[in-house]
């Protein structure tokens, strides 16, 4: 049994969410300690690798692939350009480059998370 409409619906709930919270970590003159005080780019791989399971999840009728990857990792560029604009942020290729790997330890777990019971719908078709 593969996903139902309702668990779907959740996971684009979260999509969504977690857009909203990354954008404003991203765009935020504010200082956020914890945050900070983890490494950035693992801040940014992490931040990729959960937007990319709530991506891959929320449109389980389209493999983890080309488009789903380019459409995350264009989000990633359009928050540094965007950052290149603001007097209190910096454009880093360097973010760039985290949030792609974030992408593709995504695209290396799904052997694991097969495992869990309640993920595994994902893949049932």
Request: hydrophobic fraction near 55%; proline fraction near 6%.
């Amino acid at each position: 049994m593969a996903l139902d409409r309702s668990h779907i619906r959740w996971f684009r709930i979260l999509l969504g969410l977690l857009v909203i919270v990354i954008s404003y970590l991203a765009f935020t003159p504010l200082h956020h300690p914890i945050v900070e005080r983890i490494w950035d780019k693992l801040n940014h791989a992490a931040a990729f690798g959960v937007l990319a399971f709530a991506t891959d999840f929320s449109f389980p009728d389209r493999k983890y692939g080309r488009s789903k990857i380019l459409a995350l990792l264009a989000y990633g560029v359009a928050i540094e350009l965007i950052q290149k604009m603001l007097p209190y942020r910096d454009f880093e290729l360097r973010d760039v480059v985290a949030d792609a790997a974030g992408l593709l330890l995504y695209g290396l777990m799904p052997p694991i998370l097969r495992r869990i019971p309640a993920l595994r719908e994902r893949w049932i078709a």
